[in-house]
Nanobody
Framework: QVQLVESGGGLVQAGGSLKLSCAASGRSFSNYRMAWFRQAPGKERDFVAATSRSDITTAYADSVKGRFTISRDNAKSTVYLQMNNLKPEDTAVYYC?????????????????WGQGTQVTVSS
């Protein structure tokens, strides 16, 4: 089992940057594929980015390609989301998620463990 704690959210102007962190506790962080999701008020939780156990394979939602970068440091049991050129439509609660499986399905139901979320607000 793994516990996840996100940090780094906040209020930023459009065009600005933020870097989110997700610290994992528990055993064998490198055994988990990791992802970031986000949920805006009144909307479903959407996939943002994912990385494989070794950080070799990454995937992104079309809406964030070229602006967001996911990475992980297995020695620190932490996954990051660097967000650049932020837009008001990026405003949401951002969640990190972990899964011990080997699926390439990035829907929320395929991830077993979730953090509590961190708010990101982008002003226009």
């Amino acid at each position: 089992q793994v516990q996840l704690v996100e940090s780094g959210g906040g209020l930023v102007q459009a065009g600005g940057s933020l870097k989110l962190s997700c610290a994992a506790s528990g055993r064998s962080f490198s055994n988990y594929r990791m992802a970031w999701f986000r949920q805006a008020p009144g909307k479903e939780r959407d996939f943002v980015a994912a990385t494989s156990r070794s950080d070799i394979t990454t995937a992104y939602a079309d809406s964030v390609k070229g602006r967001f970068t996911i990475s992980r440091d297995n020695a620190k049991s932490t996954v990051y989301l660097q967000m650049n050129n932020l837009k008001p439509e990026d405003t949401a609660v951002y969640y990190c998620a972990a899964d011990r499986g080997y699926s390439s399905d990035y829907t929320p139901r395929t991830y077993d463990y979730w953090g509590q979320g961190t708010q990101v607000t982008v002003s226009s």
